[in-house]
T-cell receptor, first 116, second 115 residues
Framework: AQKITQTQPGMFVQEKEAVTLDCTYDTSDPSYGLFWYKQPSSGEMIFLIYQGSYDQQNATEGRYSLNFQKARKSANLVISASQLGDSAMYFCAMRGAYNQGGKLIFGQGTELSVKP | DTEVTQTPKHLVMGMTNKKSLKCEQHMGHRAMYWYKQKAKKPPELMFVYSYEKLSINESVPSRFSPECPNSSLLNLHLHALQPEDSALYLC??????????????FGDGTRLSIL
């Protein structure tokens, strides 16, 4: 069975500082994808970044980067230069190549608060 | 603005009412999804449509009835709901239902309250 674990229910960061949100996963699929989503209080789920299990380099998208350590089964999200608008719920998710019809497995989420 | 449009944004209904949630995408995606989300919890998958056919039903009660009239539209028909069905209902789409590298793109959701 596939599983995603986010161990930080809530985090605080000072504006302009970097922050790391932890995510570990478990799967027996040889091929899988890892995703991070941001959900502000307004409700929409915003896709941030993707990392494939065979990707040699860590994914980056603007201020977001994914610290992928395959042997440790971790896929931590790093947000550089935090902004007040980064305050939101962040979900790590996984999708296996052979799982049921594209089902996303979500972690419990981390609520990030950025302080001015 | 998201590329997946959901209407209405808010819905309040009684337990005997019948209503529908609508979802539309024009990205040419062939897989569409319904999720239910409670506050401070991750989304829970309800249904998956792949190429307009229902491919996954996560044992959802029959008071929720999905419909996919065409590749761009997804409806969720609601009837005789219970107070515990109050939640944020999210629609999502992806290129296809296969593969591990396709992100799902979500709409803004419908906040549903059952009186």
């Amino acid at each position: 069975a596939q599983k995603i674990t986010q161990t930080q229910p809530g985090m605080f960061v000072q504006e302009k500082e970097a922050v790391t949100l932890d995510c570990t996963y478990d799967t027996s699929d040889p091929s899988y994808g890892l995703f991070w989503y941001k959900q502000p209080s307004s409700g929409e789920m915003i896709f941030l970044i993707y990392q494939g299990s065979y990707d040699q380099q860590n994914a980056t998208e603007g201020r977001y980067s994914l610290n992928f350590q395959k042997a440790r089964k971790s896929a931590n999200l790093v947000i550089s230069a935090s902004q007040l608008g980064d305050s939101a719920m962040y979900f790590c998710a996984m999708r296996g190549a052979y799982n049921q019809g594209g089902k996303l497995i979500f972690g419990q989420g981390t609520e990030l608060s950025v302080k001015p | 603005d998201t590329e997946v449009t959901q209407t209405p944004k808010h819905l309040v209904m009684g337990m005997t009412n019948k209503k529908s949630l609508k979802c539309e995408q024009h990205m040419g995606h062939r897989a569409m999804y319904w999720y239910k989300q409670k506050a401070k919890k991750p989304p829970e998958l309800m249904f998956v449509y792949s190429y307009e056919k229902l491919s996954i039903n996560e044992s959802v009660p029959s008071r929720f009835s999905p419909e996919c009239p065409n590749s761009s539209l997804l409806n969720l028909h609601l009837h005789a709901l219970q107070p515990e069905d109050s939640a944020l209902y999210l629609c999502a789409s992806s290129q296809t239902g296969d593969g591990d590298n396709q992100p799902q793109h979500f709409g803004d959701g419908t906040r549903l309250s059952i009186l």
